[in-house]
């Protein structure tokens, strides 16, 4: 699986929003600011966000962006769904979609487990777990294993 940009930016930038107390709207140069994100670039994702319904925003001379729901009621995956769509496509089509013949028949379970493993992580870590620095022990188990940390 490969994180795009896009998605990173985004995760980023709901962090720092459900890090801001008191529940101000930033706007979004701010929000930009805070993570090092190129401002237009954060404009056209924070759209993808609101019409995903991560984030709304408000207009006028205090305006920007709020999260939509509370940070432990917001996963990883609800944020990168809403900038990238589905977490694992092939071809861009999702693993049930897919169909294989002959000596590739096995690569849709793999497809499939790919998928699950990927929903495992990203579906149970909450923007809140993200900025209290408390993931859950099933992430911590993943990245603690030996080969977690090296390129092969």
């Not at 995760?11 to 090092?36: I, K, T």
């Not at 056209?44 to 991560?54: H, K, S």
């Amino acid at each position: 699986m490969r994180v795009s940009a896009k998605a990173d930016y985004a995760v980023r930038a709901c962090a720092e929003l459900a890090s801001r107390p008191g529940g101000e709207s930033v706007p979004s140069d701010v929000l930009a600011a805070g993570q090092g994100i190129p401002t237009s670039f954060l404009e056209r994702i924070m759209g993808d966000l609101r019409r995903g319904g991560v984030v709304t925003s408000v207009r006028g001379r205090s305006g920007g962006y709020l999260l939509a729901r509370g940070a432990d009621e917001i996963t990883l995956a609800d944020v990168i769904r809403a900038v990238d769509g589905p977490l694992v496509t092939v071809r861009d089509v999702r693993p049930p979609g897919l169909t294989y013949e002959g000596s590739a028949t096995a690569l849709l379970e793999v497809w499939v487990a790919l998928r699950t493993a990927v929903r495992d992580v990203l579906d149970v870590v909450t923007l809140a777990d993200v900025v209290a620095r408390d993931l859950p022990e099933s992430v911590h188990v993943l990245a603690a294993r030996e080969d977690a940390w090296e390129n092969p």
